[in-house]
């Protein structure tokens, strides 16, 4: 048995069992980090309904969290959360701030995958791309 993300009657994402318990247990960090709710219910009837208004505050909070984090072992271990709820976005057709990320980007070293990478959000937006192709529905 699976679960669904859904906006509306819209399956976003069906990921096993074990990505989604580990995916809510994010939430609840970084929910808690943020200072708001992520817009992600409750799991019902194999069902999590997300409400698109909340959702995408979080996503935005989120992402300029992640860009203000300076300690590179927070970074590290945000960014593959902040990579999966930003593909979460594009599939559910949330308007992302990148604007605001990249304007904290100048200077800041921020990705795992490339320590020395200077545009962390092109490598973000790439990560997040990669991860929408792997979350079938």
Not at 8 to 19: H, M, R, T
């Amino acid at each position: 048995m699976s679960q669904y993300y859904k906006v509306g009657d819209q399956a976003l994402w069906n990921p096993s069992n074990g990505a989604f318990r580990l995916f809510m247990s994010h939430v609840a960090v970084y929910q808690e980090a943020v200072g708001l709710p992520s817009g992600i219910g409750p799991m019902e009837a194999d069902e999590c309904q997300i409400d698109p208004i909340a959702f995408a505050v979080f996503v935005d909070a989120l992402l300029a969290w992640h860009s203000k984090t300076r300690h590179a072992v927070m970074a590290t271990l945000s960014e593959g959360f902040v990579a999966a709820v930003l593909a979460l976005a594009e599939k559910a057709n949330t308007e992302v701030d990148w604007q605001a990320a990249e304007r904290t980007e100048s200077g800041c070293l921020k990705t795992a995958s490339d320590p020395h990478a200077r545009e962390w959000t092109a490598a973000l937006r790439q990560k997040s791309r990669e991860l929408t192709r792997h979350m079938a529905v």
